[in-house]
């Protein structure tokens, strides 16, 4: 479309044959940074280079428990009403249902220690564990466990947990087999310590509906495929492995 264009310096009016276009944002998953004192804290802690194995696998359980109670919230956990008698009489209560168990999927290793405290915080759970192992020169990741139920309902309620979410190469595959055994993305919510733009990117062109909820988005990773500033190898470093 041609439009008219006033030149400062002539006042001349100037033909143009184009339009400014905006670039196309890249869809991305819905990102939840909490701002509670809490996660900073415990994040930092695990930052920290210093940080023996003890304190940084009890860091990132504590990370990861309030992280879990941030991304059950806002009506995703089912529920019950009934009654319960108190000592003092009938009170109208709120159960989570027990007959709907939230279906955790682990992405081994160091996910496990997100779900270290998680017992404190969800009343009914199945674990599921995934394993995958990364090439460390070609970056991609090859499975090597999968105790994923052969079929999942729509309706399940699934908690992916990661601890570092760097390319997004294996939480992609993890996400696409759950969808292909019958998940429903709007029912799953992925949990982890920090995550990188570059998986951030690759989980919103396959699941742009997916809710993460994350410690904190760095910047950048490194030639070797680590986030930086980051926490390191999470696995080595929760297990005493480095």
């Known amino acids: 479309m041609r439009q008219e264009i006033e030149s400062e310096q002539t006042n001349l009016p100037l033909p143009c044959a184009f339009h400014f276009l905006t670039p196309p944002v890249p869809p ?5 940074v909490p ?6 804290h415990w994040l930092a802690v695990a930052r920290n280079a210093a940080a023996p194995p003890p304190v940084f696998r009890s860091a990132l359980a504590e990370l990861g428990r309030n992280l879990i109670y941030e991304a059950v919230a806002q009506d995703w956990l089912p529920t019950l009403d009934g009654q319960v008698e108190t000592p003092c009489g009938t009170a109208d209560c709120t159960f989570v249902d027990p007959n709907r168990p939230v279906k955790v999927v682990p992405i081994l290793r160091a996910g496990l220690v997100l779900l270290e405290q998680a ?3 969800l009343p009914q759970a199945e674990t599921y564990h995934v394993g995958y192992a990364r090439d460390e020169a070609t970056l991609m990741a090859t499975p090597y466990l999968n105790k994923l139920p052969a079929s999942l309902s729509p309706d399940d309620r699934i908690l992916v947990v990661d601890t570092m979410l760097a390319t997004g190469g294996t939480v ?7 969808v292909a055994r019958g998940a429903d993305v709007g029912n799953v919510r992925l949990v982890c310590a920090v995550v990188a733009p570059p998986a951030l990117k690759a989980l919103g062109e396959r699941f742009p509906r997916l809710k993460v909820y994350a410690g904190m988005i760095d910047a950048e990773l490194d030639e070797r495929g680590y986030i930086v500033p980051g926490l390191g190898d999470a696995g080595d ?5 480095l």
């Open 172 to 178: 992609v595959q993890v996400m696409a087999d759950l």
């Open 35 to 40: 701002s509670h004192p809490l996660c900073k």
């Open 237 to 241: 470093r929760a297990f005493g492995t």
């Open 119 to 121: 017992g404190t915080v």
């Open 28 to 32: 991305l998953p819905q990102v939840y």
